[in-house]
């Protein structure tokens, strides 16, 4: 069973920059699509932004657009979440995922992003 494994999270101040990874504990040929979603206190857990594997097509939500960007390192199974211009509206508990084509889908533990007005 494959497990992810984030980090990045952290307190940064608005109109900051944080940088999240996400990495796979075991190579796996039917990964599909990697990505995020978050949570914010009181909300229900929201997409943020995904990659596709083989040819790394990006997706985001509109109120990321512009301020996020998503990559993947195909050699060490790990996807990264850098961002830009961070708004207090963007705290939240971040989760990282992995669709797999044989299996379905994994969810990581989380990482806390707190932006302090």
Partial sequence: ???????????????????????ASERTSSTITMGWFRQAPGKEREFVTSITWSLGRTFYADSVKGRF???????????????????????????????????GRYWGQGTQVTVSS
């Fill in 1 to 23: 069973q494959v497990q992810l494994v984030e980090s990045g999270g952290g307190l940064v101040q608005t109109g900051g920059s944080l940088r999240l990874s996400c990495a």
């Fill in 69 to 103: 960007t998503i990559s993947r390192d195909t050699a060490k199974d790990t996807v990264y979440l850098q961002m830009h211009n961070l708004e207090p509206e963007d705290t939240a508990v971040y989760y990282c995922y992995t669709d797999l084509s044989k299996s």
